[in-house]
């Protein structure tokens, strides 16, 4: 005779059902952590590529959030839609399609529910002025946390310009 008992199946069956259990919510969590890594390294490519193109062509770039759904791009409200980058030739720090040049235009999936705030937890929604001489006009401090995830990634931008990242552990806040 040959095959299993249904004994042997039940036990089987409950096994992978208790794997599966315990299992879950883990792989969400890995999933959270990895879209919070994915747009870690979103941003620090950003903001490499700002600094670079303000240096290398004399000129004033811009990086802010924007709500990339709006027919213009415009810096401010809807942070966690995406990011523009542009060159600010008239110093204003408002992307005009006429005016300014359009260097980047990043979306961020609807499905990671980004949070980006600054050091003291509000949300950011600060335009990042790089000078020709590849400085910012103010530093900042950026925290991304996505939905599920339990780690904060900060980013730190010195006055210098110089982008790092901070490896202190910062919990996710809701």
Partial sequence: MRGF?????LVVTGLVAAFLI?????LSTLRGNLATSVEQHRLLSLLSAARSAAIHGNRRTV???????QP????????????VLFADADGDRLYRPGEDELLRLERI???????VRDRRGEVFDSALTFRPDGSVVTPATVDLCAAGS???ARIV???TGRVRTDREPVPCAA
Wanted: with cysteine.
């Fill in 5 to 9: 008992t249904l004994p042997e199946l």
């Fill in 22 to 26: 315990l299992g879950l919510p883990g």
């Fill in 63 to 69: 990086l802010c959030p924007v709500d990339v759904e």
């Fill in 72 to 83: 213009e791009p415009d810096c401010g409200p809807g942070p966690g839609a995406g990011w």
């Fill in 109 to 115: 999936p609807r499905s990671r529910a980004l949070r």
């Fill in 150 to 152: 339990r780690r904060t």
């Fill in 157 to 159: 931008v010195s006055m």
